[in-house]
């Protein structure tokens, strides 16, 4: 079993920009999609993004495609979600979550974030304001 643990969150200026990180340990991890989750206060988790580790494509949900952007170091089996441009919106907790197989799509992506399958971390608090 994939275990995943979240860091690099904090309290950042809009504007400014953050990289999270997600490290996981386990083995085949080749064989897994990686996904970022966000919740934001009082409101449902949704996804971010997704990477299939086997060959590095990705995933975004709509409103994630202007100013997030997933990336992987394998040999570090660590995932990336750098955040640009920071919003007031973008506060809340992300999560990372492993599932063996593809990322899907958007829509897949959405089901991801509501059923809470696969491995998940504890999550990184971010926390946007001036």
């Known amino acids: 079993e994939v275990q995943l643990v979240e860091s690099g969150g904090g309290l950042a200026q809009p504007g400014g920009s953050l990289r999270l990180s997600c490290t996981a340990s386990?083995?085949?991890?080749?064989?897994?999609?990686i996904g970022w989750f966000h919740q934001a206060p009082g409101k449902e988790r949704e996804g971010v993004s997704c990477?299939?580790?086997?060959?590095?494509?990705?995933t975004y949900a709509d409103s994630a495609k202007d100013r997030f952007t997933m990336s992987s170091d394998n040999a570090k089996k660590t995932m990336y979600l750098e955040i640009a441009s920071l919003k007031l919106e973008d506060t809340g907790v992300y999560y990372c979550a492993a599932e063996r197989g593809s990322c899907g799509g958007e829509y897949v992506l959405k089901l991801w974030a509501r059923s809470g399958l696969g491995s998940w971390g504890h999550g990184t608090q971010v926390t946007v304001s001036s």
């Open positions: 386990g083995s085949n991890l080749n064989t897994y999609a």
């Open positions: 990477i299939r580790l086997s060959d590095g494509s990705t």
